[in-house]
């Protein structure tokens, strides 16, 4: 974003930081008042709804709007009014941004984006087996995505078309919980993505070791992370279209040769197997957190709303057709693998999917399949890497963090976004598979948590909003809808070592205590904040709590 794009002003930028983010409804328009509290701003007056392009606004207000419409070109459409089944509002065209920052993202690249900040195919799955046997294993990859895939994907088809900008859940959360909880959304939220993303570099060589044994350790090991993480940034660099039809190239190739082995595995299937189970002998603390792992993160793709071409059809066609390729591409292999050879649990750990195929094609098949798992880490890592770098730059543009967090390079990519996400993940690839998993994990509960109280108390304060996709709920099936992750959540938490307890606790006080420390160094010009006009017009303002959005 230019600079001449932004509201700079500190005295503006410290009153719109600290008011609430909030959302007009149906048949209130605000006015101003002064009832004696401190000259607090409160909603009263009810009146009919607008029409849709039109606007009700005090002479100050439309007097600001005439003054950023000569300057940027295009005025803000605030969050607008529900009259029977349409929804007007949150700049109903298909970009909410004047300036085009290269080309946006349209439904192909993000179904594979999506698929993999989720999956990345059927590598790492195989401990399902292991832990829990064929019968649980199939079980766990049809019924866990009811229970969290789904609901998580349907709340950030609904939020995210809401607040179709680069904040995703970070605007969601400050939305109905205020700028403190919005914060430690991103924090929590951006950790965990670049610990996850400090896996992939480290899997992409464990899986090329076998041929090459230098990469098992020491310097070489050290010197082809970083030369990999350089690669895989400057892909991330050079633009989001770049990265979606790269994840798009990179997803057919991972994702065929299971299919080829499936087809070869057909005379050979014995469907008895499949229904081999032993509740006795099952460890639920790998079942559960491999499934959990496998099936998370459908909300990362929020903070790429901004970068996608009309969002409000896009962003929940895409989540619709990713949620269908995620299961199919997990419950399909393990049928294969389960069902064509004899069990022997103890086999079934990380990389038994490649001595699978070359028992059942030979050789060329299983370093087929050791080659769409390495390209399947570079496509996860190229996709959490977005996510995260983009989500620091709408943090930015909503004046959370520091202005320069919004400099976008030549092709549109958040440029410091990307160097400060890509210094995390070489930061934290010395870490164990076992121990980055369980931190990510933890944190990513957290910010989940947070997630759906946003999401329940705007369906109560709120419920006339502009939601171009509603989950066809009421607020208290809105409510319902959330009490089985939640619960998820807790059983997920509990298992949880007390190291990595202590270590994700150590990270959210980190959050709590950061933020108050970006707040003086705005107050003190420290540093430089601002809030982007370009985004939609969530109205700030202050009014009386049982009117409010954040209290």
Partial sequence: MAPAEKTNTNSVTEIRRHASIEISSAAVKPVLSDHGGGGATVVEAAAPPPLAGTKTQTSNNHMDEKLRGARSGQTSTAMGE????????????????PNNHGKKISVLPLVFLIFYEVSGGPFGVEDTVRAAGPLLALAGFLIFPLIWSVPEALITAEMGTMFPENGGYVVWVSSAL????????????????????????????????????ALGGGWPRVAAVLALTIVLTYMNYRGLTIVGWGAVLLGIFSILPFVVMGFISIPKLRPERWLVANVHKVDWNLYLNTLFWNLNYWDSISTLAGEVENPKKTLPKALFYALILVVVGYFFPLLTGTGAIPLNRELWTDGYFADVAKVLGGAWLSWWVRGAAAMSNMGMFVAEMSSDSFQLLGMAERGMIPEFFARRSRYGTPLVGILFSASGIVLLSWLSFQEIVAAENFLYCFGMILEFIAFVRLRFVAPHAARPYKIPVGPFGAVAMCVPPAILIGVVLAFSSVKVMIVSLVAVMVGVVLHPCLRQSEKRRWLRFSISENLPDIHHTSVRDNDTLVR
């Fill in 178 to 213: 205020g700028p403190f909880w919005g914060f430690q959304q991103g924090w929590m939220k951006w950790l965990s993505g670049v610990i996850d993303n400090a896996l992939y570099p480290v899997l992409f060589l464990d899986y090329l070791k076998s041929g090459i044994p």
């Fill in 82 to 97: 529900h009259r029977d089944s349409q929804y007007i509002g949150i700049n109903e065209g298909p970009s909410p941004r």
